[in-house]
C-alpha cells in the first residue's frame, strides 16, 4: 500500500513529505495514551461537559473548550498529548483527526470520518497535534494520512479500517 501511495505522490511533494517524515518529533505531538473522552459524541456546532466530565478537565488543569472541535481537544490533552505554541501569538498546534474521511485505502470505497462517528471523535489514538505544515500534508497528501495512520496503530493499536495485520504475541 505504502508503495502505490509514494507512487502517486508527485516528486517535489514527496521530498516535502519525507523531510517532515524524518523530522516528524519537530512537526507532530502524539498522546501519550488512549482514551476516549466522550463515548458516541460527534462533532456539533457547540458541547456541553457533563458534571463528572467538568470535574476530569479541572483535575488536569484543562479549560473546557466547547466549540465543535473541543471534545476531540480535551480528550487529547487528557490523554498527555502538547499542543505547542505557534508563531502567530495565541494560537497553538491544531488537533488532527488522523480518520478524517478522505483517503480510503487502496482498492476500498471509503475510510472513517471521525467527527461523524461516535467511537472515534474523542478517541485520543486517533489524534495528533501538528505544526501547520504537517497539517497541510495531512490534508493534502493521501501518503503523509496514512505515515500518520500507521504511527498510530503502531502506538496505540488502532486500525478502525482493519487495514494493518496484527502482529501475533
Known amino acids: 500500500m505504502f ?4 507512487a502517486e505522490t508527485p516528486p517535489h511533494v514527496l521530498e516535502v513529505v519525507d523531510h517532515v517524515w524524518e523530522r516528524r518529533h519537530l512537526f507532530l505531538r502524539w498522546p501519550q495514551r488512549t482514551l476516549c473522552f466522550i463515548p458516541d459524541c ?19 488543569r484543562i479549560a473546557p473548550d466547547s466549540r465543535s472541535n473541543g471534545p476531540a481537544i480535551m ?19 491544531s488537533v488532527h483527526h488522523i480518520y478524517d474521511g478522505k483517503f480510503p ?4 470505497s471509503a475510510t472513517v470520518h471521525a467527527v461523524k462517528d461516535g467511537r472515534w471523535f474523542t478517541e485520543a489514538a486517533g489524534l ?24 498510530a496503530f503502531d502506538r496505540f493499536g488502532l486500525d478502525p479500517d482493519a487495514v494493518f495485520e496484527k502482529r501475533s504475541a
Request: aromatic share 10%; charged share 30%.
Open 3 to 6: 508503495d502505490k501511495l509514494r
Open 42 to 60: 460527534i462533532r456539533i456546532r457547540y458541547h456541553e461537559y457533563s458534571a463528572e466530565q467538568k470535574v476530569q478537565l479541572r483535575n488536569a
Open 75 to 93: 480528550a487529547f490533552l487528557l490523554a498527555g498529548g502538547e499542543r505547542p505554541a505557534r508563531q502567530v501569538r495565541g494560537k497553538r498546534w
Open 105 to 108: 485505502a487502496p482498492g476500498r
Open 128 to 151: 495528533v497535534a501538528v505544526h501547520p505544515i504537517a497539517d497541510a500534508l495531512a490534508d493534502e497528501v493521501p501518503y503523509f494520512a496514512w505515515l500518520l495512520r500507521k504511527e
